[in-house]
């Protein structure tokens, strides 16, 4: 009985971290400016266009008031493996009034296999609110994570997890979630 009360205590002593995950943010960073990438994707460079059509979920970092709404988005790629642009919208009706967000993600891209891959994006955005009482315009901020799934050449998935906040006076923070279908424009 001894002997386990000692092989606990150093075993509780023993640090839990490894060199990979201490040096994890320090190689996310420099992935950034480095052409990593795994293998090329299964999709060839056979379109002019990505076509993204899903809905989209916000939710107020402070108040977690949320809303939910279609999204459409085009993302093109004008230096292969370097720089993918896309450009969205998303309308959210709540409360008798349509907030209508654009944005324009700079995406960094990279092939985590032949048919999977993830993209690190910031941008600008910017909001159209259409309330009855006082309609207003606001410009923001937005980093985001996309990752495509492609199951096949005619089209594939997507999941997108954002971070936003606008130049307003109080400078608001949002959670986003949008989800969806892939599908290349020849």
Known sequence: MELRRTTRRSASRRPIHSPLICCAPLLSILGLFV????PSAA????????????GAAEWDAETWQSQFGPSLAV????IERWLELELG???FRVSGK????????????????PTIEFMVGLGPTWTHSSSPAEPS??????????????PT??????????????????HPKSLGFTAGFLVPVP
């Open 35 to 38: 052409p990593i990438t795994l």
């Open 98 to 113: 349509t907030d209508w967000e654009t944005d324009l993600l700079f995406k960094k891209p990279f092939d985590l296999s």
């Open 89 to 91: 919208v998303n309308a």
């Open 137 to 150: 315009n606001s410009a923001g901020a937005e980093f985001a994570l996309d990752f495509m799934f492609w």
């Open 153 to 170: 050449r005619r089209w594939g998935w997507f999941i997108e997890p954002s971070y936003s906040v606008t130049f307003d006076h109080d």
């Open 75 to 78: 993302e093109v790629t004008p």
């Open 43 to 54: 999709l060839a460079e056979d379109h002019a266009a990505v076509l993204e059509i899903g």
